[in-house]
Every structure is written in C-alpha cells, then in structure tokens.
C-alpha cells in the first residue's frame, strides 16, 4: 500500500508522490515565542513529528522546518509587562519552546527561521505583491487586495463575500476591503521596527511564513502542516501571497490535525482550563502523554481528561513491560540462532499491518494496535520456561522499529540505579536468603515510595520505574 495523505486542498486522501523522488520538504507553522507552551500545542508538535519520523523510517530525507514567530503585537504587549526587550523575552520562550519539546520527545527540527532574521526577505516579497497589484500601501500600512486573488478561500472552502474574519485580521478604514489583511503594520511610537520602503515599521503575521517557505524550500513544497484553526486566515492568507508572486501552488498537500479539548470543553483562556507542557510532565512520564495524543487519529478531536491519560497510561505500560522483559529476558537466554518461521512470519505481517496503517493518512491508533498484537505475541513467548536469543532479538528490534515512528518507549530501564538504590536490592536480596522477610518487605516498599517496582523471577530480581 503507497502513502495515502488527506488532503485539506482538495478534501480527500491523495497518494503522496514527493516532488523529489526520495526527498520530502515539509514545513509547519511554529509558535509565537511569548510564553510557554500548553497541551493543546503539544498535538500539531506531537503529530507532525510522528509524520517526519515516518516519512523517514521509509528512506524518505526529511527537510523539516518548523518558524518561530519573534515579533508580533502580543510580544510587544508581553515585553512592555515584563519590562524587557522584544528579543530578549523571544530568547526566553524560543529556550523554555525548545526544553518542553524535547522532553516530549520531539526530534529537533532541520531548521528553526525567525521572523527577525528574514526581515529582507520580507520585505522583498511584499514589494513584489505591491509591483503586481496584490497589495497597497496606506499610511504607512501595507495591505494584500484579496479581492484580485480569484482563488481566495479556496484552502478553507469559503466565499469571499462571506468569510468571517478571523484571528489578527482586524478592519479598518485603511482598507479597501473588509477581508484584506495586513502584509506590514507601521510602527507606533517606542515599538521595535525596521526600516522599509513605506516607512518604519514590522511584517504581518501572515507574510512571514510565504518569505520564509520560499526562501528556505522553494517556490512549492511537499508538505505544509499546522492546526485546524491555522486553515483561515493563516494557511488561506500564505497561499494568496505565494501564489501571487510565483504563479506555483505553495504546497501540494496541505495537512491539519483536529483540536484538543479539556474535559469535552474547548481549551480557552476566558476558561481557565489550559495546562502548560512544562507543568504536565513534572506530573506524568511524557511518554504517556505522547502516547495519550496518538491515541486517536490525527483529523478527530481529542479529549483530554484525568481517565484518558490513566488508560494511556495502562496501556503504554503493557508495551513497555512487554519490551523490557525482552530485554531482561535476553541476558539469560539460550544462544541458538534457529527462528520458528511461522514466528517470522507472523512478525512481518505485523510489521506490514504496522506500514499499512501508517499509510492510511498516518493512522497512528490503529499502528498502535499492531504494536498490540506484536506485544501479544511476545508475552505469549515469554511464558516458556526456556527463550532463545535469536527470537527475543526479533521482537525486540521490530518494537524498536515502531518507536522509531512513535516515540513512545522509555530507555530509563537501560539506566544505572543510584548508589543508595542499588545497595538496598542488595541489601534486600540478603536478607532473603537469610528468609528475613520483614526487612525484604521493608525494603520492597522504601523502594516503591522511590518509585522502583521490583519483580522477582526465576531469572533474578527486574526492576522498572514506575
């Protein structure tokens, strides 16, 4: 089965077909870097990460760029409250962006452009929309006549005369229609600007996204991703300035994941209810809310609630108790090489269910479940007195090869304990053979209050953190 995307365009799967063969460029919009991150950023994160891993674990090379917006009205805003420069409360956030990612174990990007440093670029761009008629300059304002692109709205599928402006679009008298957006907003007194052809001022948000895609990956590109609410204006207003200057479409697949909601309720700020990345993984493994986003297909809602991440979290356990007893079980294995072929067999089938998935629109809750069946399977060999290397290897490397894609395994179990831990399994392991079992229990449950759960089998004590 080929890669099938959906394409948000055109409103149905298409086959992916690279512009490069065995190249893929793909960009996806980035944060404005004001403050920390919530949960609700973490899915577009999540997802579009999974869909690079992918893409690569099928020898596709990756061009992955993900922009940081740098400069916009709510940083101006922000900087004033915190008394600091516009650079410097970026810096800030641009960092704290880059921690609560990689925590979540999101693999860094190609290329992290800022609005700042392409300025120029910028700038270039809006005066060739100015040259071509796309846009106008009024006082000082520089605005994109959408009324000459026959085209716009048809990402979003809305007529012109009926679109609902949205986010950072604001009317004014200044335009010539209601539904222009701005390309450069002029600067008011004590706010950071550069100089341009109409005068001191910034880009608008949207421009910077066109300049930056084109600079950085060409005139069209693979794949362009963000969240549902970017599809209008942002995503709308990118493909009317791009396709005005280049007269190519700006990307062939254009991709969008669904939003998050907090106990079946809109995440808002007028509602209190949002929850920073930063402060969610100091309560739960980051794997598990990795693996709670995946849960569900990329296109549907996703709620987000104390029992949905307690059955995310059971379930994840199932795949990585599955996969460290392979790994526990493989130190005292027999060392024969020979594989049941219908063992094998069954394996790479469910590595093909797995590839299937996956290429159903990046299908991650049911790539999960051929994880499942690959767990079943394994649990099911692990229940034999005696397990060979060869076998053990097999479904430890094909558990591997899906966490390339999903991300979702924890390696804390590969970790030395600490001194003090280690000394107390010692310390408890004597205190068995001398049948003190009091002292053993004491310190089976000092060990769980640090968060060790021992399991004794006939193969030694095993210990994994909870």
Request: glycine share 4%; with cysteine; aromatic share 10%.
């Given at each position: 089965?080929?890669?099938?995307v ?5 409103r ?7 512009i490069?063969?065995g ?7 980035g ?6 991150i919530?949960?609700g ?22 061009n992955?760029?993900t ?5 916009d009205?709510?940083?101006i805003?922000k900087?004033e409250e915190?008394a600091v420069?516009?650079p410097?409360l970026a810096e ?7 921690e ?8 860094e990007?190609?290329?992290?452009p800022r ?11 809006i005066a ?5 008629d796309?846009?106008?300059?009024a006082r ?14 048809k990402l979003?599928n809305q007529?012109?005369?009926e679109?609902q402006?949205g986010i ?7 335009k010539?229609n ?5 390309l450069?907003?002029a600067a ?17 948000w949207h421009?910077?996204?066109?300049a930056m ?6 005139e069209?590109i ?8 970017l599809?209008?204006?942002h995503?709308?207003?990118?493909i009317?300035?791009?396709e ?6 700006m990307?062939n697949?254009?991709m969008?994941n669904a939003f998050?909601?907090?106990?079946n ?6 509602l209190?209810?949002g ?7 100091k309560?739960i493994?980051?794997?598990?809310f990795r693996f709670f986003m995946?849960s569900a ?12 991440l307690k059955?995310?979290a ?8 599955a ?8 130190a005292t294995a027999?060392?024969?090489?020979e594989v ?6 069954r394996v790479a089938?469910i590595?093909?269910q797995?590839?299937d998935k996956?290429?159903d ?13 690959l ?11 005696r397990?060979?290397a060869?076998?053990?290897?097999l479904?430890?490397n094909?558990l ?6 999903l991300?979702i395994?924890s390696?804390?179990a ?6 003090e ?9 004597e205190?068995r053979?001398?049948?003190?079992w ?14 060790i759960?021992?399991e004794d ?9 909870k």
């Amino acid at each position: 089965m080929t890669l099938k995307v959906y394409n948000t365009l055109t409103r149905k799967k298409e086959e992916f077909i690279p512009i490069e063969p065995g190249k893929v460029k793909m960009y996806v919009c980035g944060p404005t870097v004001y403050n920390y991150i919530h949960i609700g950023n973490g899915r577009p994160v999540i997802f579009f990460d999974v869909v690079r891993r992918y893409l690569e674990s099928q020898q596709y090379e990756v061009n992955y760029i993900t922009n940081f917006t740098d400069v916009d009205d709510k940083m101006i805003r922000k900087a004033e409250e915190m008394a600091v420069t516009v650079p410097e409360l970026a810096e800030t956030f641009i960092q704290a962006f880059l921690e609560d990612i990689a925590a979540l174990g999101v693999h860094e990007a190609s290329m992290n452009p800022r609005v700042t440093e392409n300025i120029q670029e910028i700038v270039d761009f809006i005066a060739v929309l100015v040259e071509k008629d796309y846009a106008y300059e009024a006082r000082g304002d520089v605005y994109y006549r959408t009324s000459k692109f026959a085209d716009y709205g048809k990402l979003s599928n809305q007529n012109l005369d009926e679109l609902q402006y949205g986010i950072r679009i604001e009317v004014d008298d200044r335009k010539e229609n209601p539904q222009d957006f701005v390309l450069w907003k002029a600067a008011k007194p004590g706010e950071i600007y550069w100089d341009s052809p109409w005068g001191q001022g910034r880009p608008g948000w949207h421009i910077e996204c066109s300049a930056m895609v084109r600079k950085y990956l060409g005139e069209t590109i693979d794949i362009h991703g963000g969240g549902h609410d970017l599809t209008f204006p942002h995503h709308e207003c990118e493909i009317a300035q791009t396709e005005a200057v280049t007269g190519q479409p700006m990307a062939n697949y254009w991709m969008h994941n669904a939003f998050l909601n907090i106990d079946n309720e809109k995440m808002s700020k007028s509602l209190g209810n949002g929850i920073l990345i930063r402060d969610l993984v100091k309560q739960i493994k980051p794997e598990v809310f990795r693996f709670f986003m995946l849960s569900a297909h990329y296109r549907n809602p996703l709620n987000f609630s104390d029992e949905s991440l307690k059955q995310a979290a059971n379930a994840l356990e199932r795949i990585q108790n599955a996969y460290d007893n392979l790994k526990h079980r493989l130190a005292t294995a027999s060392d024969s090489s020979e594989v049941d072929p219908q063992l094998t067999d069954r394996v790479a089938a469910i590595a093909t269910q797995f590839v299937d998935k996956m290429n159903d629109d990046f299908n991650t809750p049911d790539a999960i479940t051929a994880v499942f069946e690959l767990v079943a399977e394994a649990n099911l060999y692990l229940q034999q007195e005696r397990v060979h290397a060869a076998v053990l290897q097999l479904f430890i490397n094909q558990l591997q090869a899906f966490d390339q894609t999903l991300g979702i395994l924890s390696q804390q179990a590969d970790e030395l304990l600490d001194e003090e831990i280690e000394q107390l399994i010692v310390d408890r392991t004597e205190a068995r053979k001398s049948k003190n079992w009091a002292r053993a229990d004491e310190i089976r449950d000092l060990l769980t209050e640090k968060g060790i759960h021992l399991e004794d089998t006939p193969q030694g004590i095993r210990w994994r953190r909870k």
